[in-house]
Nanobody
Framework: QVQLVESGGGLVQAGGSLRLSCVAS????????MGWLRQAPGKEREFVAA????????YYADSVKGRFTVSRDNAKNTVYLQMNSLKPEDTAVYYC?????????????????WGQGTQVTVSS
């Protein structure tokens, strides 16, 4: 059983930056692909970014490509999401999730373990 705890959310003005962190415990972190997904009020949870077990592969939603960067440090059991040039439409609760499947996943039901989420609010 993997436990995931996110941090780093907050309130930021449009054009600003935030760095989210997610620390894993209770499992072998390096055996999981990791993803970031988000959910805005009244909307379904959507994929943001994913990174492979060793960090050699990444994948992004079109809406964040070029602005967000996902990375991981397996020695620290931590995955990060650097978010730059933030827009009001990026406002959501951001979740990190762990996936034991072979390929990077882009849909929420594919993920096995979830954190509690961290709120990101971007003001215009």
């Amino acid at each position: 059983q993997v436990q995931l705890v996110e941090s780093g959310g907050g309130l930021v003005q449009a054009g600003g930056s935030l760095r989210l962190s997610c620390v894993a415990s209770g499992g072998t972190f390096s055996t999981y692909n990791m993803g970031w997904l988000r959910q805005a009020p009244g909307k379904e949870r959507e994929f943001v970014a994913a990174i492979s077990r060793r960090g050699s592969s990444t994948y992004y939603a079109d809406s964040v490509k070029g602005r967000f960067t996902v990375s991981r440090d397996n020695a620290k059991n931590t995955v990060y999401l650097q978010m730059n040039s933030l827009k009001p439409e990026d406002t959501a609760v951001y979740y990190c999730a762990a996936d034991a499947q072979r390929n990077l996943q882009t849909i929420a039901p594919a993920y096995d373990y979830w954190g509690q989420g961290t709120q990101v609010t971007v003001s215009s």
